[in-house]
Every structure is written in structure tokens, then in C-alpha cells.
């Protein structure tokens, strides 16, 4: 809680560590999780169930290129079953608003 404004990205989602980086977001809503990859691995179905409620404007895509080809990870990554919201926020709002790139709505 030193650096609470501080952005934090946890790539990887900290796997295997899951129900732990889901707490720590949990708590802290100045750090974003992109597990890429390991939203497929066992245990994995946490980032999505908390990616969402809480964690909708703290999970962020990540291809895991070059271990899973692109178009992979982007249409398996569609079929998780995020609600719309939540697909768009880690599509692309997120990072729009942690990169301060100033894309529009």
C-alpha cells in the first residue's frame, strides 16, 4: 500500500497462484491481471468468474504470442465467456485507460 496510484501488471495471472492474484486485485484496484495462456489452464476459470464482477476493469488480454498462435488466443479468448462488457473492457478499455492511449468510446 505503499504506491497505491502506482499501476501494477501481473502477467501471467501469477499461475498457478490463482485464487491468491484474485485476492490481491480483489484488494488493490491499481493492479491488472493478463494470465493470457493460463486462462486455459486448470484453475484458470477464476480470472474469468472474477474478470466478471469485480475484476472487469482489471483484466487485460494477453496473446501469449509466440507460444499460442495470435488468431488462437484471440478466438479462444472471445469464447470464455465474458459478458460483453467484460470482453470489452480486457479487449482493449483497459489498456486504453492503464497506457492513457486516448482511444475513443
Not at 468468474?49 to 507460444?67: C, I, K, T, V, W
Amino acid at each position: 500500500k505503499t504506491f497505491p496510484k502506482l499501476p501494477l501488471v501481473c502477467c501471467h495471472g501469477f499461475y498457478p497462484n490463482v485464487a491468491e492474484m484474485v485476492t490481491v486485485a480483489f484488494r488493490n484496484e491499481n493492479v491488472f491481471v493478463s494470465p493470457d495462456m493460463y486462462t486455459f489452464a486448470p484453475g484458470g476459470g477464476l480470472y474469468v468468474e472474477a474478470a466478471n464482477s469485480f475484476m472487469r476493469d482489471q483484466f487485460l488480454f494477453g496473446s501469449s504470442f509466440p507460444f499460442r498462435p495470435m488468431r488462437q488466443g484471440v478466438e479462444d479468448f472471445r469464447q470464455l465467456g465474458l459478458s460483453e462488457d467484460a470482453l470489452d473492457a480486457a479487449l482493449w478499455r483497459n489498456a486504453n485507460r492503464l497506457l492513457g492511449l486516448g482511444l475513443g468510446a
